[in-house]
């Protein structure tokens, strides 16, 4: 029997202590180093400097990423966490700012990892810079298909276990890996006897690439096959393992959380959703 709990411990363990990764930490296995520059939405959420997990720039003042990124505290401290923007690395470049609030969804469940999503409220409002853009939301209207290319982003493991020497750690450069759709049927047939696969969850695999450790919180971000503009369509969730042919990486849908975030934003103003960035350069 697996163990579906996702415990924050465990989480900063994993990060740094040079820990087994636990099978259902969010989770770049077989990806490339890239820069802030092609993916500048991406930012590192962190716990006293320390990153801990992605995110996703998607207004002024706003930051998408993972609720359970901030398991284990009963009572959120704002003040523990901070975000780096507009660096290549975690732990140095870019600007780090520091959090007004941090929202989690209401519903989120650790054991079914269900409404796995928190929204962040920064200080300072961004100035945009072409290491520093939002990416636009995806909605229920425009699904991603077979032909929309996914890639993910993050400085997560790039492997499931420690090297010869049994070191494992999150990448200090930015990586990206393409993933494919992964039919939801498919995805709830391969999870059958772990946990649910809800509506509210998207799936995403290609052999020998997934995200790992380190990348929870992080964009999935669809390329439409016609050109269209680029939209964040997941949040780094959980998943069986890191590129395990057998289990597809499981993201948060963000078209199924519009009205959330809609509404969460919707006391902060809105202006900051309303443009995005355009795409890779």
């Known amino acids: 029997m697996y163990s579906t ?18 099978p259902f930490d969010g989770r770049i296995v077989g990806g490339e180093v890239t820069t802030i520059g092609q993916f500048p939405y991406q930012v590192s959420v962190q716990l006293n400097g320390q990153h801990i997990c992605g995110g996703a720039v998607i207004g002024d003042n706003f930051v998408l990423t993972a609720a359970h990124c901030f398991e284990g ?56 810079t072409e290491h520093l853009q939002p990416v636009p939301l995806a ?7 077979a032909d929309t290319r996914l890639l993910v982003s993050g400085w997560g493991f790039e492997a499931e276990e420690g090297g010869a020497s049994g070191e494992v750690g999150v990448s200090p450069q930015l990586r990206f890996v393409d993933v494919d759709l992964v039919d939801s ?31 929870s919180g992080g964009p999935l971000v669809g390329f439409p096959a016609d050109e269209g503009p680029a939209k964040l369509l997941g949040i780094v969730s959980w998943g ?40 890779l350069q």
Not at 254 to 265: G, K, L, Y
């Open 5 to 22: 709990g996702l415990l924050w411990s465990l989480v900063v363990l994993v990060a740094y202590a040079g820990a087994t990764p636990t």
């Open 139 to 145: 909605t229920l209207r425009d699904p991603p298909t």
């Open 240 to 279: 069986l393992g890191c590129a395990n042919p057998n289990y597809p990486g499981v993201y948060t849908s963000v078209a199924a959380f519009r009205n959330w975030i809609d509404a969460q934003v919707g006391a902060w103003g809105w202006n900051g959703l309303l443009a995005g960035w355009s795409g």
């Open 185 to 215: 049927d498919q995805c709830r047939r391969a999870y059958r006897q772990v946990l649910p696969i809800t509506q509210r969850m998207i799936c995403a695999a290609r052999p020998g690439h997934d995200s790992c450790q380190g990348d």
């Open 73 to 128: 505290s009963s009572v959120i401290d704002s003040e523990d966490y901070t975000v780096r923007v507009g660096s290549s690395e975690h732990a140095s470049g870019g600007h780090v700012l520091s959090l007004r609030q941090v929202i989690t969804h209401g519903g989120y469940n650790p054991q079914s990892h269900d409404n796995d999503l928190a929204l962040l409220i920064l200080n300072a409002r961004l100035n945009y």
